[in-house]
Nanobody, 119 residues
Framework: QVQLVESGGGLVQPGGSLRLSCAAS????????MAWYRQAPGKERELVAE???????YYLDSAKGRFTISRDNAKRAVYLQMNSLKPEDTAVYYC?????????????WGQGTQVTVSS
């Protein structure tokens, strides 16, 4: 059993910052790509940023220059530093990880953490 637990969401004013954290636990052999997705009300879930096991990163265009994804392989964790937040960043943010166990390799999701950007 693999679990992803997120933390760090909340309410922040426009221009503010938040840092999201996600830690994986369970019978893990290795973690490949880790990512953050978000879903705003009435919209489809979208990929915000991802980072490979080798450290290669990808960002949604609207996140470039404002968000930074990083990971700590020893802690099996991924982080999303979000700066210069805008109201349009309001969404539920989900952690995603491609995990290899002794039985299979598959994607796992966290439960989601709410980020609200509002004055």
């Amino acid at each position: 059993q693999v679990q992803l637990v997120e933390s760090g969401g909340g309410l922040v004013q426009p221009g503010g910052s938040l840092r999201l954290s996600c830690a994986a636990s369970g019978s893990i052999v290795s973690i490949n790509t880790m990512a953050w997705y978000r879903q705003a009300p009435g919209k489809e879930r979208e990929l915000v940023a991802e980072i490979t096991s080798g450290g290669t990163t990808y960002y949604l265009d609207s996140a470039k220059g404002r968000f930074t994804i990083s990971r700590d392989n020893a802690k099996r964790a991924v982080y999303l530093q979000m700066n210069s937040l805008k109201p349009e960043d309001t969404a539920v943010y989900y952690c995603n990880a491609d995990v290899t166990t002794y039985f299979h390799t598959r994607a796992y999701w966290g439960q989601g953490t709410q980020v609200t950007v509002s004055s």
